[in-house]
């Protein structure tokens, strides 16, 4: 089967997943209107092709785990990184984010796959540190390519650096 990005093969597909309200789509819009240059939309009406200084990536937001789970390993064949947002303000539901991120690597055996924890929400009070959350997820260094950063999507703090961590893991981008 051919790609799906056959014009724009230099945008590395990348799948972005999280509980609902963690800010996955005030991320992309954030991503949307401070990209250097304005991109049009990919061939996939569901990605969101984002110029951000050196990083060129086409993102998939999917929903949450409850939406669209049919659809995750459909996109996942054709993702070359991961995007995990979880909303660190959000006490009552951080275990049943990290569970599902679990879940979600152990059933599609992503030991292969960068993945990029972003723990959004880091302006609110009582936030939960990406120190703290990567106990919490626990997994073993040498065995997952995870990088676990903070970000505000509202602001954009941090959303550069994580970005440009998990494209520069790619090889032959
Ligand atoms: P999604 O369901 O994962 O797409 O979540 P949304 O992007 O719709 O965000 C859910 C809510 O969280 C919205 O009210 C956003 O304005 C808010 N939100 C998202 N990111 C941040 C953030 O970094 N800080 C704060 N304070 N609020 C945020």
Redesign the pocket.
Known sequence: MGSIFPVEARYVPILMI??????????L?WLKSNQAVSTSKTVDPNAEKISLKEVKMSIW?I??PNHNRHLWNHYLTKSQGLIY?I?S?DHARLHESISEFHDFIYKYMLSHMPMLVLC?????PNTVSPIHLNRKINLGRDLYNLKIGS?????GEGLHEGLSWIYNQIPNR
């Open positions: 999280g509980l609902e309200n963690s800010g996955k789509t005030t991320i819009h937001d929903g949450g947002v909303d303000s959004n929400k880091q302006d609110l970000c505000c999507g509202l602001t």
